[in-house]
């Protein structure tokens, strides 16, 4: 088991950046594959960014692509998103994934969820 606590978001001007933190509990973090994934009012959750166990293998949405930089920290069972050159429909509610061994870009996979953070990004 594990449960996640994300933090960092905000209000930010297109443009901008911010930083994404998603805190794991457990003695086990580097078991999981972790990721990022958003939901905007009316929409389904999507695939924003995934990064292996050991972080040696990353992938990213087409949308975020060389924008946006995942990265974990296992001796802190950390797991982050960097999100710069914000863009107005980057707004959602971002939330942060796990699950057991290899990432996946569908959200049904993942057995453990954040409460989720909010990321506002005004034009």
């Known amino acids: 088991q594990v449960q996640l606590v994300e933090s960092g978001g905000g209000l930010v001007q297109a443009g901008g950046s911010l930083r994404l933190s998603c805190a794991a509990s457990?003695?086990?973090?580097?078991?999981?594959?972790m990721a990022w994934f958003r939901q905007a009012p009316g929409m389904d959750r999507e695939f924003v960014a995934f990064?292996?166990?050991?972080?040696?293998?990353?992938d990213y949405a087409d949308s975020v692509k060389g924008r946006f930089t995942i990265s974990r920290d296992n001796a802190k069972n950390a797991v982050y998103l960097q999100m710069n050159s914000l863009r107005p429909e980057d707004t959602a509610v971002y939330y942060c994934?796990?699950?057991?061994?290899?990432?996946?870009?569908?959200?049904?996979?993942?057995?453990?969820w954040g409460q989720g953070t909010q990321v506002t990004v005004s034009s």
């Open positions: 994934a796990a699950r057991i061994d290899i990432g996946d870009y569908q959200a049904a996979r993942y057995n453990y």
């Open positions: 990064i292996s166990r050991f972080g040696s293998d990353t």
């Open positions: 457990g003695r086990t973090f580097s078991s999981y594959a």
